[in-house]
């Protein structure tokens, strides 16, 4: 054991020490000492034994929450499914309602002394509050196998098998999260790379194409999570749940192709592709430097102090400028011809948007699009007309359904 495991250890054992005490006993010194080292066991102990769990960095944390608060109401409703030590309740909105869950016990009472929030400890899989939160968040594991008790429930993605629900932990805390939130509400977790390509997500891919907007899908680097020793590749995926009444529709922009291969132009009708109604252009991002290298050591900021996830921030704050005006690259799934993988970025970095990107932004964060339902082209909803590029048109969407529903309590009332 190195010595920044062997520091993890430590603080990780007088953590234990302290949530054994007394409440009354319990210092804010030890508050703040949990805070800043407790990280549970993920890379300490082999990946079963610590349930697949890595504690996040609090800035992938932060940078979250930095981009879900303006698009969430007042009191708004949060699960966090895999609290661990709770990091990302650190930043979550002072009036919300936060209901973390968390399967390890130490994990689960550190979160509980830290937070305001309903600590549940628990398997996240017997929590069934169903289209009911403003907003699932979180750092779920994954790479491990998990199993509930089937209740008759319906779930596209996890299989059933002798009367239990069994699959890779990933797919079914995505399918849960999607089960949870409520239409219009979105989903925030950090996930690993596999779920892109492979055949064990197949089912979830499709299961996403048909119920939620993706919103970004960003890259990190290997160094993320070099703190609690792994370099294992992740990407943050946020998703919108789109509203029963947004449909699947084939692209009005029909042809595209490559602005670095030669060769003609494709029909993306030729891959069965469809879309959510509102389904933007799919934005993407590559954080280069997380503010730390392979080491832990920090890394030069920019001039103004800035990581690169605080400026990615922007993009999502300035009234969708910069992701309207990213040129809406050929999509990088149509080299495996699965239209459902266009929630994730293909081609190892060789695809035409990361190329453009890599150009493009030289100093700092990648950025690109991909092209979903169209490069500004008009599709018809409702009788009218209305543009690919227009980012407004999803939440015009879901304005609808909440009518609908609310013209129904009326009539029903």
């Not at 305001?116 to 628990?122: F, Q």
Request: glycine letters at 8%; proline letters at 4%; aromatic letters at 12%.
């Amino acid at each position: 054991m190195g010595k920044a495991d062997r520091k993890r250890w430590d603080g990780n054992v007088k953590s234990l020490e302290i949530i054994n005490k007394s409440k009354n006993d319990i210092t804010k010194e030890d508050m703040q000492f949990l805070k800043e080292n407790y990280t549970s066991s993920g890379g300490l102990l082999p990946n079963s034994f610590a349930n697949g769990a890595f504690h996040t960095p609090p800035a992938v944390a932060k940078f979250i929450w930095d981009v879900l608060k303006p698009r969430l109401p007042e009191k708004a409703k949060i699960l966090e499914p895999s609290a661990g030590s709770g990091v990302f309740l650190e930043h979550s909105p002072e009036d919300s309602k936060v209901t973390a869950i968390e399967l390890d016990s130490t994990s689960a009472k550190v979160t509980d002394l830290l937070y305001d929030a309903e600590v549940i400890e628990g398997d996240a899989f017997n929590h069934k509050r169903r289209n009911y939160y403003d907003a699932v968040i979180g750092n779920p594991p994954f790479g491990i196998s998990v199993e509930w008790e089937d209740d008759g429930e319906e779930w596209q993605a996890v299989n059933k098998t002798k009367g239990k629900r069994k699959g890779k932990s990933e797919v079914a805390f995505i399918e849960h999260a999607i089960k949870s939130v409520k239409p219009g509400g979105y989903i925030a977790f950090v996930l690993p790379m596999g779920l892109a390509y492979g055949n064990y997500a197949k089912k979830l891919r499709k299961y996403m194409l048909d119920t939620v907007w993706q919103v970004a899908t960003i890259m990190l680097p290997a160094e993320t999570f070099q703190h609690v020793g792994t370099s294992v590749a992740t990407q943050i995926l946020i998703l919108r749940k789109a509203t029963p009444n947004a449909r699947l529709i084939e692209p009005v922009t029909k042809k595209w192709g490559s602005n670095f291969r030669r060769g003609g132009w494709d029909d993306i009708t030729n891959y069965d592709a469809t879309f959510l109604e509102g389904q933007t252009p799919a934005y993407f991002a590559k954080i280069n430097d997380i503010g730390w290298d392979k080491k832990g050591r920090m890394t030069d900021l920019g001039e103004d102090g800035e990581t690169q996830l605080d400026e990615l921030v922007r993009d999502f704050l300035d009234d969708n400028l910069m992701r309207e005006n990213l040129y809406p690259h050929i999509p990088s799934w149509h080299g495996i011809k699965e239209c459902d993988a266009f929630f994730f970025s293909h081609g190892n970095d060789t695809c035409d948007g990361y190329r453009d990107a890599s150009l493009t932004f030289r100093d700092g964060v990648y950025r690109w699009n991909e092209l979903t339902l169209g490069a500004g082209d008009e599709a018809t909803w409702n009788g009218e007309e209305v543009s690919t590029f227009d980012f407004d048109w999803q939440d015009q969407i879901v304005d609808e359904y909440i009518h609908s529903l609310e013209n129904n309590k009326k009539f029903a009332g």
